[in-house]
């Protein structure tokens, strides 16, 4: 651990093998900020006892930013489906979410982008006149994203799940830290025309 800290260059963050321990709101399997190797060390020893797992990832740690997540999957009556929404566990529960048909033109990409009713966080807002959380996200860096998820899953058919999160949006860009793909037989579907989800 120490010595993959060493080669990607500090901080890094520390974390847990196994599905158990990816997105877990409490970030039990996780240790972010390490500047040194003592740290590192301290954090493998803590992450390898907690999850019963020898392996501990060791990765750069990303640029601070919004968690937003994009996953395309199947619909029966639409063909693929994108969906866009910030991450976190109140907007999990609220639904939050946004979708669109694939393939994504450029203008429904950043419509896309701009649909959750949490978005105004993309911006700096809080919803509270006046108050801000902090810089507005390159919207443009997701929704460059969010087009190019639409081609690779429009080129490659067999693509029946992809899960991207979570992506980090800053005003510097978006990092993606996870994705999930599932790979099966591309669907036989008898085609009857363009799709639209209104």
Known sequence: AEQAAAELGYP?????????????????????????????????????????????????????????????????????????????????????????ALPLTEAESVALID??????????????????IGEPVDKQALSELAQRISALCDDLPEIRELSVEPILASPRGAEILYARARIGPEPSRFDIGPRRLA
Request: charged share 25%; hydrophobic share 40%.
């Open 115 to 132: 649909a959750p009713r949490a978005a105004p966080l993309l911006d700096g807002q809080t919803g509270v006149p006046g108050k801000t």
């Open 12 to 100: 890094v963050a520390a974390k847990a093998t196994g599905e158990l321990w990816r997105n877990r709101p409490d970030l039990t399997g996780v240790r972010l900020d390490l500047w040194r190797p003592s740290a590192v060390r301290r954090a493998y020893t803590d992450l390898a006892e907690v999850s019963g797992n020898e392996v501990v990832h060791i990765q750069r740690m990303a640029t601070k930013g919004v968690g937003c997540v994009l996953r395309v999957q199947d619909d029966p009556s639409f063909g693929s489906v994108i969906s866009f929404g910030l991450s976190g566990t109140i907007i999990d529960l609220l639904g939050d979410r946004v979708y669109r």
